[in-house]
Nanobody, 127 residues
Framework: QVHLTESGGGSVQAGASLSLSCAVS?????????MGWFRQPPGKEREFVAAISRSEGTTRYHESVKDRFTISRDSFERVVILQMNNLEPVDTAVYYCAAVEGPWNRAYTRTTDYDNWGQGTQVTVSS
């Protein structure tokens, strides 16, 4: 199992940007894992946000964020980044990083696809 640690959350005004980072524990081959970001708004179920394949060649986004958020990965730093621009109050949630071993070019969008999760980082956007 791989250990994931999210950082970068906070409280911002609508229209601001935040960059979330997910660090993957040492001792694991970073490029063995497809990575994803999910979020859980208050009182709601966890939902898909963005995903990236091992190759970086495939990315997937939820429709509500695809023009504002960008997922990327840095194999040297062993991190996955979620750059969030033009944040809206509806983006308020706990954001979770997830990892799963899989094929080179596949990105996963379902919570049930992943078997490794971080503890989450809070993002609060006020109007």
């Amino acid at each position: 199992q791989v250990h994931l640690t999210e950082s970068g959350g906070g409280s911002v005004q609508a229209g601001a940007s935040l960059s979330l980072s997910c660090a993957v524990s040492a001792g694991r081959v970073f490029t063995d894992y497809a990575m994803g970001w999910f979020r859980q708004p208050p009182g709601k179920e966890r939902e898909f946000v963005a995903a990236i394949s091992r190759s970086e060649g495939t990315t997937r986004y939820h429709e509500s964020v695809k023009d504002r958020f960008t997922i990327s990965r840095d194999s040297f730093e062993r991190v996955v980044i979620l750059q969030m621009n033009n944040l809206e109050p509806v983006d308020t949630a706990v954001y979770y990083c997830a990892a799963v071993e899989g094929p080179w070019n596949r990105a996963y969008t379902r919570t049930t696809d992943y078997d490794n999760w971080g503890q989450g980082t809070q993002v609060t956007v006020s109007s």
